[in-house]
């Protein structure tokens, strides 16, 4: 089992949707949270030490994890998507941006 985390800044949009399309993908158990403290779920150090791979869409959300979370990301991989905020939730083109660059990493 892969326990992947996805993290964007509000966890309206980008990280969810991540979230419930690989939730559905078999070995694979999704968790998703954003960086901002006004966010719908905001990022904690348990999601940090539960993951085993995390995506950040942008490259500042990297930074910041980095900064705020360096204590608890010892070992862990962090994946920069490099996918900017400018889909819906579900967006079709979001979905298939996510498929082409998360699904290597999630594929055994």
Not at 1 to 12: D, E, G, P, T
Not at 24 to 41: H, I, K, Q, R
Not at 50 to 76: C, N, P, Q, T
């Given at each position: ?9 509000a ?21 998703s ?10 990022l904690?150090p348990?999601?940090i ?15 910041k ?25 579900m967006?079709?083109?979001?979905v ?13």
């Amino acid at each position: 089992m892969i326990n992947a985390l996805f993290v964007c800044s509000a966890n309206k949009l980008r990280s969810p949707t991540a979230e419930q399309v690989f939730a559905a993908w078999p070995g694979v158990e999704t968790d998703s949270a954003g960086l901002l403290e006004t966010a719908d779920l905001v990022l904690s150090p348990e999601q940090i030490e539960w993951a085993d791979i995390i995506f950040v869409m942008e490259k500042r959300h990297r930074a910041k994890l980095s900064k705020k979370f360096r204590r608890y990301l010892g070992g862990k991989r962090v994946i920069c998507l490099d996918i900017p905020d400018d889909f819906d939730f579900m967006d079709p083109e979001l979905v298939a941006l996510l498929e082409r660059k998360v699904g290597p990493f999630l594929r055994r």
